[in-house]
């Protein structure tokens, strides 16, 4: 499976400062028998965006503002409950690449990270000032592991590791990076034994 690549975003933020936002919040038990990501943002944080008999609610999520973001911060303890795909699915059809927290659940951590989406955990005194400040440009620098806040906010470092940082960078999955190192040793078989034959 691949994705956009993620190198570097800078996007307006979308700002939910609830705290334990789980998985069922974020993609409603209801819509997981859906069996592909195309269309699952429309249900991103369904209870939020729309009322019982349909229509819409008057949620930033249901804004011009809110679909142009890219960035997504979230209150502490991002991405708890249930593991379910269907959460990292339904946030990147809506058109988010980056959750920053200042913690997020770890099987939605490593859920994101093979499905094309970065979650950071930032230090407190950063990520409140991005819950205090919505709707700021930021930028994330996938390259250099940074996030650089605007106003003269700071440059603040976060943690991922190589293997993720590479698939994200490169816009594949665990699949396609083993799909494209088969590739590469066909490559390189054929060429040793045009060298043995020579």
């Not at 919505?134 to 994330?140: H, L």
């Not at 990076?177 to 040793?185: F, N, P, S």
């Given at each position: 499976m691949s994705f956009q690549p993620l190198t570097k975003v800078t996007s307006k933020t979308l700002v939910l400062t609830a705290t334990n936002i789980d998985t069922d919040q974020i993609m409603p038990a209801k819509f997981l028998s859906?069996?592909?990501k195309a269309g699952l943002g429309e249900h991103v944080f369904a209870n939020l965006r729309y009322n019982a008999d349909g229509s819409e609610t008057d949620h930033i999520l249901n804004t011009p503002a809110g679909k142009a973001s890219e960035i997504l911060v979230a209150g502490h303890n991002f991405g708890c409950g249930s593991s379910r795909e269907h959460a990292p699915w339904g946030l990147t059809d809506y058109g988010i690449r980056v959750v920053i927290s200042s913690e997020v659940a770890d099987i939605f951590r490593t859920n994101?990270?093979?499905n094309g989406l970065l979650p950071i955990i930032i230090e407190k005194r950063a990520h409140d000032w991005l819950l205090d400040n919505?709707?700021?440009?930021?930028?994330?620098d996938l390259d250099s592991c940074e996030v650089h806040l605007p106003r003269n906010g700071g440059t603040y470092k976060f943690e991922i590791d190589d293997f993720s940082r590479h698939c994200l960078m490169e816009g594949v999955d665990e699949m396609?990076?083993?799909?494209?190192?088969?590739?590469?040793?066909?490559k390189f078989e054929k060429n040793q034994g045009g060298n043995r034959n020579s």
């Open positions: 859906m069996t592909t994101s990270l093979k919505p709707g700021v440009e930021v930028t994330v396609g990076y083993l799909q494209g190192q088969h590739i590469e040793l066909d």
